[in-house]
């Protein structure tokens, strides 16, 4: 292993996990008798990992192609301990540098409206918890008529959470958003009253991105934070780690 591309290629598939039995025997002989082959190893894993960490994952295969091309395309002279050093860590600060720009155009371009649009869909109509779906709110929404469940909800006497819940969602979807925030916060009383958990992720959930596009960070950052530490909420999977860099971005920029 005394070709540099080899021996960076190697290592890098290594971290891939692309190697097949015979190499990745034959690698990991090496580095336990080769103590510049572990620090190099050492060195791309850090600088890999800090990428990762940022969810820049997309972007080390470009680089990683970028830097086996130009080193394919050179000369393969016996390398020196410090020139396969100078390699390693050129490696490291090109991921390093992507990582910062990366950031840097993230933070430049990151709103509360555009992070809204991205995770906004609405809430399809289908099995409704705890309840069955027969009155006439509920048929109006399932057809989007949202003007018309608003309607039909303002002249109920005793809104049901679910009622609640679709009112919130067709508030939202008719940009009437203080209207949609009051409406899921609504749902959470009822259940509270009534001991009960009909739509109650959801409504957080769906609060929280209200927030996001009225640019209420603060509110909602402590919403979405809170399912983000919640496994066994419904949303959970939704507030992603990239999520919460970006809300954390909005909190700074505001």
Do not use: C, W
């Not at 609405?122 to 918890?129: K, Q």
């Not at 039909?152 to 009112?167: E, G, M, V």
């Not at 958990?197 to 919403?223: C, H, N, P, R």
């Amino acid at each position: 292993m005394n070709d540099n591309s080899t021996h960076i290629e190697l290592l890098i598939r290594y971290l891939d996990g692309t190697l097949n039995a015979e190499e990745k025997k034959s690698l990991e002989a090496e580095l336990g008798v080769n103590k510049e082959m572990q620090n190099d190893l050492n060195t791309l894993r850090l600088a890999r990992e800090t990428v990762v960490r940022q969810g820049l994952r997309d972007d080390i295969a470009r680089v990683r192609a970028v830097i086996l091309k130009e080193s394919s395309s050179q000369a393969r002279p016996v390398i020196t301990m410090n020139r396969r050093r100078n390699l390693v860590l050129g490696i490291a600060a090109s991921l390093i540098l992507l990582l910062v720009g990366g950031i840097a155009y993230q933070y430049l371009n990151v709103s509360s409206r555009g992070l809204y649009e991205e995770l906004y869909k609405p809430y399809a109509e289908g099995t409704y918890r705890g309840e069955s779906a027969t009155n006439n709110l509920q048929h109006a929404y399932a057809a989007k008529q949202y003007s018309t469940v608003v309607q039909i909800f303002r002249s109920l006497s005793q809104p049901s959470a679910k009622d609640f819940f679709l009112a919130g969602q067709s508030f939202l979807a008719e940009d009437s958003v203080s209207a949609a925030i009051n409406s899921f916060q609504q749902v959470q009383r009822v259940n509270q009253k009534n001991a009960t958990t009909i739509f109650q992720d959801d409504a957080e959930y769906y609060e929280g991105l209200a927030f996001l596009k009225t640019g209420q960070i603060d509110s909602a950052v402590a919403i979405l934070s809170n399912i983000k530490a919640n496994k066994d909420h419904l949303y959970h999977d939704k507030v992603t780690n990239a999520v919460m860099r970006k809300l954390k971005m909005l909190s700074i920029k505001k």
